[in-house]
């Protein structure tokens, strides 16, 4: 047992790595669609480049969203439009019918004409309440018939015969053509148009269960096509028709294997798929990113990412296709690139995309605007924490994403005629959500405890209480550290590596010497050194030490990983040389290893360049005659010596970019010197 738990202990990294691949293998397999996948891809306009398509199967060919949409129009035209009908509305008008009568018409109460005037008009009210009153501007847009309900009774009229108020005068007219009341008309409309109410109104209710109903009904498919049919030959245009008849195979053929098929083997092939992709991701981090493979909490940080993006696009595509492209995919990237580099941030992007492309409709064209949108990204954003930047970002990923839609969808329909303005919509959305990725670095920054460029950003404000504090009490090595951060964000800058935790990590590179300040060159006054008081195996400890108190003192300030870094590779595995030749001097021998920096060696561009930056500016006090050619041998003498002692080994950068830094550093001192160059006469 205790062998065994020595054992779990001794590969715990490795056991995490392989829980952390088969659980993200698993999760996603779990969301993709449990069906199988149509073998062809077609699009419409395009010629089939696949051998005569066979059908194996009977399959009925379903109707295009325009012909049900027709259809549907027409039977909701065939079908009567039900009112309920206020049979009390009418008892209501005859009463104000009746009191207002008087105020219309100047006849003698209970004369004649008084009698058949006012009946005459009771006749009209009830012509008119005979059918039914329509509310004030009501639109029709049902059948020709409608039906009345009152008291659970229906009946059934045109709708013509109802009566629509805006229509009062011209019912009026029509009643009083060859009547003896027609010189009265103007009396009677101006009566009835002030008390005829409607008594009809929309059965929403009603209606709205007959149309499903009757929707229900109508056939979603216009024909058969029999088994051994040839759909389509090879060469042959996919126009409108085969179109349809392709997608009407591919989803009965998804549905048929859904059914059939052995779940368990359409599970098995995308578990070798998706393995597969997440291989080729743990592969490379292996191999070019070590640092973040050694890292579990970095490592689960990028699988964590992957899984969300690929989750969000699943949900959004379980609840409608149409709204794909409002996944901000692109924020994978950038958030990636904020915490790496843009190699991480794209390789990542793209086998993402490609996931995704196993599952998401027309996956060529998703694939394609999807993986161009990530290197628009990788390459237009630099500087995250300025927000000009991300803005500027955004705008040109919605102009890819728009620009290849009108690409593709005059390539499938052969023209501008039917293009969507809702799919500008969809992408300017994306472009909003993807504007989350500021809060969402927040978040990851406190989670999974990594820097971003914004962090870095307030870490370089020198006038920060610690940096108060350490130009207080160590003023040379401030001043030093101030130096060295400008030579390094200089050369940085160059050679394309990330500037900003360059200088950052040039600012913090020395804090190890804030304790013992005087027994470091830059900070004594005078002639006089403790060193003259100690001997030199001790004065090397001494000086070797720092790296290990700053390492101690940049965790008791909690500075990031990233920047930690910097302080404990800045010396490498080089000698504390004056201290070792005095050593010497006085022995006769020396153990190189009392001499020595533990290391490690630099790892990245970033780290190897703070090294050369730190050594050049430090040796460079030493020179008391300077001149443009003695600059230049000394850069080129210390930067050879730490090539020839492997220290950039385990770093990325490369001889030609070692070459850059060290004519950034000569123009630099050149420049610090205040020295001009000799021209030849």
């Not at 009210?125 to 005979?130: K, M, T």
């Amino acid at each position: 047992m205790k062998k065994l738990l020595q054992s779990f202990f001794n590969y715990q990294s490795i056991i995490y790595k392989v829980f952390l691949f088969v659980f993200s293998c698993l999760f996603i397999v779990y969301l993709f669609p449990k069906k199988g996948q149509f073998k062809y891809e077609f699009r419409k306009g395009e010629t089939w480049e696949y051998e005569n398509l066979v059908t194996p199967f009977d399959f009925v060919i379903l109707k295009t969203d325009e012909e049900v949409l027709l259809e549907r129009e027409q039977l909701k035209k065939e079908l009567p439009t039900y009112f309920n009908q206020d049979k009390s509305i009418l008892k209501k008008v005859e009463a104000t019918y009746s009191k207002n009568f008087s105020s219309y018409f100047s006849f003698p109460l209970n004369s004649s004409r008084y009698t058949e005037h006012f009946e005459y008009g009771l006749s009209l009210i009830r012509q008119i309440y005979s059918t039914g009153v329509l509310p004030l501007n009501y639109k029709h847009d049902g059948g020709s018939k409608v039906g009345l309900i009152q008291d659970r009774s229906e009946t059934e009229f045109d709708f013509d015969q109802l009566l629509k108020p805006e229509e009062l005068l011209r019912f009026i007219e029509k009643r009083m053509v060859s009547s003896s009341f027609s010189s009265y008309k103007g009396q009677y409309y101006n009566l009835l148009f002030d008390i005829i109410s409607p008594n009809l109104t929309y059965d929403i209710r009603f209606n709205k269960q007959l149309i499903e109903d009757a929707y229900s009904k109508l056939s979603i498919s216009r024909d058969l096509i029999l088994t051994g049919s040839i759909l389509i030959s090879k060469g042959e245009l996919v126009d409108d028709e085969n179109f349809q008849e392709l997608e009407s195979l591919k989803l009965q053929y998804d549905t048929r294997l859904y059914t059939n098929a052995n779940i368990y083997w359409i599970l098995f092939g995308y578990s070798i798929l998706v393995g597969l992709t997440l291989m080729m991701l743990m592969l490379f981090i292996y191999k070019y990113r070590p640092i973040i493979y050694d890292n579990n909490t970095k490592l689960t940080f990028i699988f964590c990412n992957v899984l969300l993006i690929i989750a969000s696009t699943i949900t959004v595509l379980n609840f409608d296709s149409s709204f794909l492209y409002i996944v901000p995919i692109c924020i994978l990237p950038l958030i990636l690139k904020a915490f790496f580099d843009a190699r991480v941030g794209l390789f990542v992007h793209v086998l993402t995309v490609l996931l995704l492309g196993f599952i998401v409709p027309n996956s060529f064209e998703y694939i394609f605007l999807q993986i161009m949108a990530g290197i628009v990204t990788i390459l237009s954003v630099s500087e995250l924490y300025k927000r000009a930047n991300l803005f500027i970002s955004i705008g040109q990923i919605i102009s890819i994403y728009l620009l290849g839609y009108f690409a593709f969808f005059i390539i499938h329909e052969g023209g501008v005629q039917g293009i969507s303005l809702n799919v500008l919509g969809v992408f300017i959305l994306n472009g909003v959500f993807t504007l989350f990725v500021q809060p969402l670095i927040y978040l990851f920054e406190k989670l999974f405890n990594l820097v971003s460029d914004v962090s870095l950003l307030e870490l370089s404000d020198t006038n920060s209480s610690f940096f108060k504090e350490f130009s207080d009490k160590a003023p040379g090595t401030f001043h030093h550290s101030l130096q060295v951060s400008n030579l390094s964000e200089s050369a940085a800058s160059a050679i394309g590596a990330n500037a900003l935790l360059t200088r950052v990590g040039a600012l913090y590179h020395d804090i190890g010497k804030i304790n013992n300040p005087i027994y470091f060159s830059e900070n004594q006054r005078g002639s006089s050194s403790p060193h003259n008081e100690i001997s030199p195996q001790e004065s090397a400890q001494i000086i070797i030490d720092h790296v290990i108190k700053g390492v101690e003192a940049a965790k008791k300030i909690n500075l990031p990983d990233r920047v930690v870094d910097f302080i404990r590779t800045h010396h490498g595995t080089s000698k504390v040389y004056y201290f070792y030749k005095k050593q010497v001097e006085l022995n006769g021998a020396a153990i190189e290893e009392d001499f020595t920096y533990a290391g490690p060696k630099p790892f990245s561009k970033e780290t190897a360049i703070l090294m050369m930056a730190d050594s050049v500016e430090a040796a460079s006090k030493s020179i008391k005659e300077p001149t443009v050619e003695l600059l230049k041998d000394f850069v080129n003498k210390i930067v050879n010596q730490q090539l020839e002692d492997q220290q950039f080994m385990n770093s990325n950068i490369t001889l030609a970019e070692i070459e850059i830094v060290k004519k950034v550093f000569i123009d630099k001192l050149i420049n610090i010197y205040n020295l001009r160059i000799e021209y030849p006469e």
